[in-house]
């Protein structure tokens, strides 16, 4: 079946410092979708990519959708205490399903001020 | 708007006693899912209902069972449960995909962190 690969599984980084998470999926994706889950928390949406080589910007993060739709990375600019927590990547694969998604182990955030 | 509601938050079982876990969502939508979330594995589809009336599979079932009473409602249920079903469960709604038009953002409960001793 489908499977969606995010590294690292954890980064430590000193308030300031930017932060990258990247994701790969085995199978070419419909789009893709990042959520963010603070600790104690539920996942929330951040963003969706659907187009091939899609770049959008929210604020200090900037989300990609590689070329193939195979791949996607989230970059935070300058981080903050306030980035806390696990981001996952989710993909959908277009010919296989009514919109199920396949997450992502996720990437825990820790910013040490 | 209460979004997606979960009851209960926390819930501790023996092995081999049975419960359920009850998912409401106020927002309209057709889709409805189970996950399950450990560490280091990210979340992982239990069951889901694409509309209402209709229930499959998803990468990890066994051991479970799901009704959809009606299109708020979505429960999960434990027949006899195991220590390898302690986890925090989240519920999630979404608009309904359409067949090979990838997805729509998920909304997600707030989980219920269960125990099995």
């Known amino acids: 079946g489908q499977q969606v690969m995010q590294i690292p599984q954890y980064q430590h980084v000193q308030e300031g410092e930017d932060f990258t998470t990247y994701c790969n999926s085995s199978?070419?994706?419909?789009?893709i979708q990042w959520y963010k889950q603070r600790p104690g928390g539920h996942p929330v949406f951040l963003i969706q990519l659907v187009k091939s080589g899609e770049v959008k910007k929210q604020k200090r993060l900037t989300f990609q959708f590689g070329e193939a739709k195979k791949n996607s990375s989230l970059h935070i600019t300058a981080t903050q205490t306030t980035d806390v927590g696990t981001y996952f990547c989710?993909?959908?694969?277009?010919?296989?399903?009514?919109?199920?998604?396949?997450f992502g182990q996720g990437t825990i955030l820790t910013v040490h001020p | 708007n209460a979004g997606v509601t979960q009851t209960p938050k926390f819930q501790v079982l023996k092995t081999g006693q049975s419960m359920t876990l009850q998912c409401a969502q106020d927002m309209n939508h057709n889709s409805m899912y189970w996950y399950r979330q450990d560490p280091g594995m990210g979340l992982r589809l239990i069951y889901y209902s694409a509309s209402e009336g209709t229930t499959d599979k998803g990468e990890v079932p066994n051991g479970y069972n799901v009704s959809r009473l009606n299109k708020r409602e979505f429960s999960l249920r434990l027949e006899s449960a195991a220590p390898s079903q302690t986890s925090v469960y989240f519920c999630?709604?979404?608009?309904?995909?359409?067949w090979g038009q990838g997805a729509y953002e998920q909304y997600f409960g707030p989980g219920t962190r269960l125990t099995v001793t």
């Open positions: 199978t070419t994706l419909s789009n």
């Open positions: 989710a993909g959908a694969a277009g010919g296989t399903s009514y919109g199920k998604l396949t």
């Open positions: 999630a709604s979404s608009e309904e995909g359409r």
